[in-house]
């Protein structure tokens, strides 16, 4: 099965830096990969789609790129709101498996 | 509104059995896989199982393989999650999960049902 893996495990930064998480598959899975966010005590919601493709009423200060086996979800402008831990999905096939996730905290 | 209703989660022994069920509203859920997520306490997100529109299809992760099975009543819009031989590995929080409006990820989350798995 394919692997995914994240760095970093975590990381502090202030309000207002630009935030970059990486997700990297053992194998490539073209544009196969979800993003999302689960705050503290909350359910995961879905950010990012096909990699790159925001999901509807998501704000535009979150990104996506990458594909085959690297990719990337960039924050361009830290906000208190998004302190949460974030993890990546592949959806080529199954499994379905996420990455062990990301979580981001204010300096 | 899409609205995803977990039940059957409680405390159980290991070895044990529970079934978990979700109902869905607000869509008819027979037109759409369905999928089981679970967050073991302060760890990250593990795919459990998916089951397709029709039924014919299941998939399960090598974790669960043998000991959950996934089914669906589409007259009930209702999935279900059959789990024998728990273990303590077992204990987490179960989120029923569907992909409506996108093409790939989960876009609609339930809101988790918590199965302990404890002596």
């Known amino acids: 099965d394919i692997q995914m893996t994240q760095s970093p495990s975590s990381l502090s930064a202030s309000v207002g830096d630009r935030v970059t998480i990486t997700c990297r598959a053992s194998?490539?899975?073209?544009?196969?990969l979800a993003w999302y966010q689960q705050k503290p005590g909350k359910v995961p919601k879905l950010l990012i789609y096909?990699?790159?493709t925001l999901q509807s009423g998501v704000p535009s200060r979150f990104s996506g790129s990458g594909s085959g086996t690297d990719f990337a979800l960039t924050i361009s402008s830290l906000q208190p709101e998004d302190v949460a831990t974030y993890y990546c999905?592949?959806?080529?096939?199954?499994?379905?498996?996420f990455g062990p996730g990301t979580k981001v905290d204010i300096k | 509104e899409v609205h995803l209703l977990e039940s059957g989660g409680g405390l159980v022994q290991p070895g044990g059995s529970l079934r978990l069920s979700c109902e869905a509203s607000?869509?008819?859920?027979?037109?759409?896989?369905r999928s089981w997520v679970r967050q073991a306490p302060g760890k990250g997100l593990e795919w459990v199982s998916r089951?397709?529109?029709?039924?014919?299809?299941?998939d399960y992760a090598d974790s669960v393989r043998g000991r959950f099975t996934i089914s669906r009543d589409n007259s009930k819009n209702t999935v279900h999650l059959q789990m024998n031989s728990l273990t303590v590995e077992d204990t987490a929080v179960y989120y029923c999960?569907?992909?409506?409006?996108?093409?790939?990820?989960?876009?609609?989350w339930g809101q988790g049902t918590l199965v302990t798995v404890s002596s």
């Open positions: 999960v569907i992909r409506m409006a996108t093409p790939q990820g989960y876009d609609y």
């Open positions: 607000g869509f008819t859920s027979s037109t759409h896989a």
């Open positions: 089951i397709s529109a029709s039924g014919d299809t299941t």
């Open positions: 194998q490539g899975i073209s544009n196969y």
């Open positions: 096909g990699a790159s």
């Open positions: 999905q592949k959806c080529d096939s199954v499994p379905y498996t």
